[in-house]
């Protein structure tokens, strides 16, 4: 089974902070997505990767980066955490173009 | 660019009921369709899917068909149970790897 991870489940930071969300998948999957989830809006994407050193932004990017150094692993940096980011991030990869994403547990933080 | 919209929820049936989920999509030619559930506390994963016009995906007594003329694929369920309570996502991809999602229906289905 196609294994998704991310670092933490729940995280709590404070404003300013430099903060770092981290995912791992385990099939050697091109593509991986960062969405952060909020209620009544559904999944946004920040940003994604379809390949190593490879990023394009989504429609949310203000306010974060990413890394992608290794093939397995797609890193969400806020670069200083304020407030209105606090929300579910989800973490998903797919092999392919019209193939299922498979997803992380998601890492709920909050920004105080 | 392309977009996903759902019915808004939230939605409650009793068991034994007949459920509708309503998803339209905006996209230049011809993507590939998804529908993911979300149980609480969870991730998301995969229920159904449909990567042509007219393809049918089917999955736990769960449907949607692929409908281009309307550009639609709403989900259906002839009877739902209390374990089907969640939060149910359409979603496209296209081209460049672009993952779109709608913004997600809470079902609640009660005894």
């Known amino acids: 089974d196609v294994k998704v991870t991310q670092s933490s489940r729940y995280l709590v930071k404070r404003t300013g902070e430099k903060v770092f969300l981290e995912c791992v998948q385990d099939?050697?999957?091109?593509?991986m997505f960062w969405y952060r989830q909020d209620p009544g809006l559904g999944l946004r994407l920040i940003y994604f990767?379809?390949?190593?050193?490879?990023?394009e932004k989504g429609d949310i990017p203000e306010g974060y980066s990413v890394s992608r150094e290794k093939k397995e692993r797609f890193s969400l940096i806020l670069e200083s955490a304020s407030t209105n980011q606090t929300s579910m991030y989800l973490c998903?990869?797919?092999?392919?173009?019209?193939?299922?994403?498979?997803f992380g547990q998601g890492t709920r933080l909050t920004v105080v | 660019g392309n977009s996903v919209t759902q019915m808004e929820g939230p939605v409650t049936l009793s068991e034994e009921a007949f459920l509708t989920i309503n998803c339209t999509y905006t996209?230049?030619?011809?993507?590939?369709l998804f529908w993911y559930v979300q149980y609480p506390g969870e991730g998301l994963q995969l229920l159904l899917k449909?990567?042509?016009?007219?393809d049918k995906g089917s999955n736990k007594g769960f449907e949607a068909t692929y409908r281009k003329e309307t550009t639609s694929f709403h989900l259906e369920k002839g009877s739902v149970q209390v374990s089907d309570s969640a939060v149910y996502f359409c979603?496209?991809?296209?081209?460049?790897?672009?993952?779109?999602f709608g913004q997600g229906t809470r079902l609640t289905i009660n005894p």
């Open positions: 998903a990869s797919i092999i392919e173009v019209g193939t299922e994403a498979f």
């Open positions: 099939m050697d999957h091109e593509n």
């Open positions: 990767s379809y390949d190593v050193k490879m990023k």
């Open positions: 996209a230049t030619g011809y993507p590939s």
């Open positions: 449909a990567t042509k016009a007219d």
């Open positions: 979603a496209l991809i296209q081209g460049a790897q672009k993952l779109v």
